[in-house]
């Protein structure tokens, strides 16, 4: 009789350890990605740009146009 007693709490001891865990996909979410540059025009440490040239970024995602201001986004010499 105790090896039925010990077989029934250990088949509900499995149902609540499987039923606790939980998978990693987070609602078929994508991970949030920072942002980062692939490309620049003129490129990386170009020489002689005259200084009326447009530059253009690239990035690694989709960017909304409006978030960027001078305390967003930096160009540097």
Known sequence: MNIKNLTTVLAFAAIFLFAGCN???????DP???????ATSPGD??????????????FNQEMDASTFNSN?????Q
Do not use: A, H, R
């Open 23 to 29: 998978s990693d996909d987070d609602s078929g979410t």
């Open 45 to 58: 440490e170009v020489d002689n740009v005259s200084l009326d040239k447009v530059v253009s970024v690239g």
């Open 32 to 38: 949030i990605i920072d942002p980062s540059v692939e």
């Open 72 to 76: 967003t986004f930096t160009l540097k």
